[in-house]
């Protein structure tokens, strides 16, 4: 089961996948196309930023251990 989300976005995996035991996730992104020409045309790097958390609580949704925090 794939689930895209956009900025802001949150999902219930309990909810949507009650039982679940493992997860995966993949981050990505792009550079819009003109943004690609302009970067070409006058040498320029980009620089993105990207940023992402997982919580991993227990059946009570509280965390246990600072490990939880990925």
Known sequence: ?????QKG???SLKKESPGI???MC???WDIEKTSRVL????KLQ???YLDASVLCLNPNDKLTSKSDVI
């Open 1 to 5: 089961m794939t689930i895209n989300l």
């Open 9 to 11: 976005q949150q999902i």
């Open 21 to 23: 035991t493992k997860l």
């Open 26 to 28: 993949g981050l990505g």
């Open 39 to 42: 970067l070409r045309l006058f």
């Open 46 to 48: 980009a620089h993105v």
